[in-house]
């Protein structure tokens, strides 16, 4: 087997084989090389220069010790998988359930998922986006600390583990997406800068990579190599990319763009669909214009404002960005073009922001519309969800407007059955230097903010971690199975009526009253009714009545005599 790296910098590499440590040899393109025998297991590691200090490979497929320790050799071909005839699952029509896998279960690993597979296929999930789950520093985070992007964190089961989860998905007829994170690095185990010019510069998270400096041709190799390996080796559906604004690329051809070209062939090798999601803070459609037509060619984006405005509309809250979207009419605007700011004054930022989307190019679901999720949640200085604000009238109403409405709805972990417990901010970085700097560094942004210091949650405490773990046990309750059963009609009648999946913004008509206390979407032959005074949603057929949440949550609350 050959072991090889990307070291352009560098006079000498030496490489450390179960122990024997051995030169590696330049090519002429900055790479070294060493033939050397390392079987599925193998630990090997890099020795730079005159240091014998051993690091991972930066394109290591298996940390089981960490992210500061050697890298194993991984085996792909090892693993049996039995999704052979799986087609592949599109984004179009579908609902999208975001998890984390140490929080979703409280076994907190791949498998202990999978246990919980079959209540999201009861649910009516389509897609499944996983949290990131590569390598990062500690047994329990967020995962968007990760520095080891190819190796999935082992805490969690490793590549095996990762790899019977998604198998398992496909069995049960569930496409995965998976977060990955590429505009920056985390904090512990960032040894990229010293194989070569793999950073430039610093954003709000830590060091940014360098994708249009010298050197950036491998960098941003790195960064497609790494994507295409989840698809390929990992057999997933789709990636969420994180942040996607904060990836400094100046390039007449952006990172972006690339990538779209190269998953759409990707693809075609595969002989399945495969889906791009970006979360961007631009508001620039462009993001999801086709690259035929100069745009970059992302399939979908996340789509704030439309949260925003609902969070406003819902819970009344107008502090910090929610104050714009207090606005009359922001939620009818966000439901019709997706964006409120569309090149208009935005005061959180201080300048006018954003740009119209085309609705009679751009079908809604190239946008994905959510109640809740992970950072509008875990953002909060307490990490409360919004059910433990609103009463299930309300978030039935909210419930509606996301899953029957234009765009690809999501959910997160929980939200089905208006779970109760918190999902806050948490880390286990084990240097305490830099777990305290984490802790007094969330401490103070909150404090800024109005929050007291002592009221922010410590996201070095295991009890952080465990508070944010779904509690298995409440959907059986009386008030959790109302809520519940609410999201399993509401995604019954997705299915079972197309006008409700009917993806054109054009089409869609949005009727609002002059206090926005009701909402109306014409969804063709259906109308779907929102009254916030009365905390009640409807679907009706002409004078029909198909649906009416106040009679389903009467009906199901109630506990059983």
Request: hydrophobic letters at 40%; a negative charge; one cysteine or more.
């Amino acid at each position: 087997m050959t072991i090889s790296v990307w070291a352009p910098d560098l006079e000498r590499v030496r490489v450390e084989v179960a122990g024997e440590v051995h030169d590696m040899t330049r090519r002429h393109d900055g790479w070294w090389a060493a033939d050397l025998a390392s079987p599925h297991g193998t630990g090997y590691a890099f020795l730079l220069g005159d240091d014998d200090t051993p690091l991972p490979d930066p394109r290591s497929a298996w940390q089981p010790d960490g992210v500061h320790a050697a890298s194993r050799a991984y085996d792909h071909g090892l693993f049996a998988w039995t999704d052979d005839a799986w087609p592949g699952r599109g984004l179009a029509g579908s609902v999208v359930y975001e998890l984390h896998i140490g929080t979703f279960t409280p076994g907190g690993t791949f498998d202990t998922a999978i246990e919980r597979l079959d209540h999201l296929v009861e649910l009516g999930i389509d897609l499944v986006e996983v949290l990131p789950v590569n390598s990062f520093d500690g047994p329990h985070g967020w995962g968007y600390d990760g520095v080891l992007w190819g190796a999935v964190h082992e805490p969690y089961g490793g590549p095996d583990g990762f790899k019977r989860f998604v198998d398992a998905c496909h069995t049960r007829g569930l496409g995965v997406l998976l977060d990955v994170v590429y505009n920056h690095l985390g904090p512990s185990g960032a040894y990229l800068d010293r194989f070569g010019p793999y950073f430039a510069g610093q954003n709000d998270w830590g060091p940014g990579l360098n994708l249009d400096g010298p050197g950036s041709d491998e960098v941003r190799r790195y960064v497609l190599d790494n994507a295409l390996a989840w698809f390929e080796h990992f057999h997933v559906d789709g990636l969420r990319l994180d942040a996607v604004h904060a990836l400094a690329d100046k390039r007449a051809l952006p990172i972006l763009e690339e990538l779209s070209a190269e998953t759409h062939r990707m693809g075609e090798r595969l002989g399945r669909p495969l889906t791009l999601i970006a979360e961007s803070d631009l508001n620039d459609p462009r993001t999801v214009v086709p690259r035929a037509e100069h745009g970059l060619g992302m399939d979908a984006q996340w789509s704030d404002d439309l949260h925003h405005a609902l969070h406003v509309r819902l819970t009344g809250e107008t502090e910090g960005y929610y104050a714009d979207f207090a606005a009359p009419g922001a939620l009818a605007k966000t439901l019709r073009g997706a964006f409120f700011h569309d090149g208009t004054w935005s005061s959180f930022r201080g300048r006018t922001h954003g740009r119209p989307v085309d609705t009679t190019a751009l079908p809604g679901t190239a946008f994905l519309a959510y109640l809740q999720n992970h950072d509008q949640i875990g953002n909060r200085a307490t990490g409360d969800r919004i059910s433990a604000t609103l009463s299930p009238g309300l978030l039935a109403c909210g419930a509606a407007i996301v899953l029957l409405g234009p765009y690809t709805p999501m959910l997160f972990m929980g939200e089905e059955w208006a779970a109760s417990t918190p999902w806050q901010f948490f880390a286990s970085f084990p240097d305490p230097d830099l777990a305290e700097a984490v802790r007094t560094g969330r401490r103070r942004e909150f404090g800024r903010h109005g929050w007291g210091e002592l009221e922010v949650p410590d996201p070095m405490d295991p009890a952080t971690f465990e508070r944010s773990t779904l509690d298995w046990s409440e959907p059986q309750q009386p008030d959790h199975a109302a809520l519940l059963a609410v999201h399993r009609q509401l995604i019954a009648l997705r299915r079972s009526h197309p006008d409700l999946t009917d993806p054109s913004l054009v089409d869609l008509r949005v009727e609002v009253a002059d206090d926005d206390s009701e909402l109306v979407m014409h969804r063709g032959a259906l109308r779907v009714r929102i009254d916030l005074v009365a905390e009640r949603a409807t679907v009706l057929s002409g004078d029909d009545v198909l649906w009416d949440s106040a009679q389903l949550l009467q009906k199901t609350s109630a506990p059983a005599t």
